[in-house]
């Protein structure tokens, strides 16, 4: 039997489910290439999050960034959209007399070329809310201090007014993230009063942005490194708030409590919302931003998005930021491994399944739980490949890369 058979004998269309997998698009952060120091002044990351990690080759300059992410891409399969954060604005002569205040789309005009020459779907936008000397005691939207506060609020605005000509650009929405560090390291003494200062701070960002070119999005998190004790944008706020203002909620898989699990969030939101975003990547511990892998979590949550049709709902990108391992080599195989779950969950026999479920027949839903584990999915994840014009070995083109290029960069 050939493999497109095997699937074939579970109801399963291996051609159509390759056709899909290409036409996903996949957001992939620019910030895997440089340790998320970006390009407008800051030398080291702040904010709760935290690289670890002297791997030589960090990208340091746009030209740099620019030719690591060709490179990275040039390996990755499917359909692509570069997510950009504010910081990585492209200054020029301005630089040191503009602050992110004043951001405007000429600044990122560049990417929007390099997009356009990479020929990628779109591009995502975030404005940052960290590594900044305006971080009032690491407080940005939620600060007592008014300039400061006010300040980010119109970080945020100029940001969501550059996402808008960002979609326009390129005829696709752009997804806007916010997420702030906002927190605590110890017991607080007001756990209202920076999450009321919060609401209003956004209420204020998003008077007036672009509904046809901008889709904001909000990003919650348990806690953060240094700020152990309180997190203001926590996951029931962030769902209220989005609830209550008609925006998108974005889980970052990393931000929950080990034993939650975002692919079980994924559908109890969707009973809600028409679009949830997602922040794909792999807590350990304290960090919530290890390289994604092909991992059972990983599998689960494509396997939600498929089953539930949702491919077109749920806005997928990823999040991880590693500097001991190549940097090159971890942007491949993080967008690689989520391609592959989603590929996973395109070749089940969902509907099936689900009947068994409708039916009571929970016997006959472990058996054919457990006989699908061993469909040919390597075969057809190499079929896909090739189509792609890929093959499944990289890590030798990444190490003549890192030989020729990143070694040179001392
Ligand atoms: C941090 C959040 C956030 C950042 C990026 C750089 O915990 O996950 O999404 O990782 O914005
Ligand atoms: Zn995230």
Redesign the pocket.
């Known amino acids: 039997m050939t493999e497109k058979e095997k699937f074939a004998k579970y109801g399963v269309d291996m051609e159509g489910a390759l056709k899909t997998l290409s036409e996903v698009p996949i957001s992939i ?1 620019c ?1 895997q290439g440089d340790d ?1 120091i970006g390009f407008d002044g800051a030398d080291s990351l702040s ?3 935290q690289t670890t990690g002297n791997y030589p080759g960090r990208a340091r300059t746009f030209e740099e960034l620019k030719e690591d992410i060709r490179f990275a891409f040039s390996l990755m399969p499917g359909k692509k959209r570069l997510n950009l ?1 504010a910081s990585y604005a492209i200054l020029g002569t301005d630089k040191g007399k503009v602050d992110r205040d004043g951001y405007t789309y000429k600044y990122f005009e560049p990417w929007v070329e390099f997009a356009k020459e990479l020929k990628l779907d779109g591009i995502d936008f ?1 404005p ?1 809310f ?1 590594g900044h000397p305006k971080m009032k005691d690491g407080l940005s939207l939620s600060s007592p201090d008014e300039p400061t506060r006010k300040f980010w609020v119109e970080h945020g605005k100029r940001s969501l007014e550059i996402a808008a000509q960002l979609g326009k650009a390129f005829g696709k929405p752009c997804l806007v ?1 916010i ?1 702030i ?1 906002d927190g605590f390291k110890d017991v607080p003494a007001d756990r209202l009063g920076p999450r009321l200062r919060l609401k209003k701070s956004l209420d204020e960002m998003l008077e007036g942005y672009d509904k046809q070119w901008v889709i904001p999005a909000v ?1 919650s ?1 348990v806690f ?1 490194i240094g700020l152990e004790s309180y997190t203001v944008g926590s996951n029931e706020f962030y769902q209220n708030y989005a609830a209550s203002r008609g925006i998108c909620c ?1 889980l ?1 898989n ?2 929950y409590h080990p034993l939650e699990y975002v692919s079980d969030k994924i559908p109890a939101l969707l009973a809600f919302y028409d679009r949830v975003a997602l ?1 794909v ?1 792999r807590g350990v511990r304290w960090d ?2 290890h390289v994604v892998i092909y991992d059972d979590e990983t599998r689960e949550i494509a396997k939600e998005i498929v089953r539930n049709d949702a491919l077109g709902k749920v806005i997928i990108g990823l ?3 590693d500097a001991s391992i190549n940097r090159i080599f971890a942007w491949v195989s993080g967008q690689r491994a989520m391609q592959k779950a989603l590929l996973y969950a395109l070749l089940l026999p969902n509907g099936q399944m689900k009947r068994l479920q409708d039916e009571g027949d929970f016997t006959a839903l472990m058996d054919m739980q457990e006989r699908v584990k061993d469909l040919p999915f390597g075969c057809a994840w190499e079929k896909y490949l090739k189509e792609q014009g890929l093959e499944e070995e990289f890590l030798p083109q990444i190490k003549a890369y890192e030989a020729r290029i990143l070694k040179e960069r001392v």
């Open positions: 952060h910030w998320v904010g709760g999050i954060h975030n940052t960290f993230n997420w560090p990003e998190k953060g974005l970052d990393g931000h922040h990547t919530s931003d999040d991880y930021f």
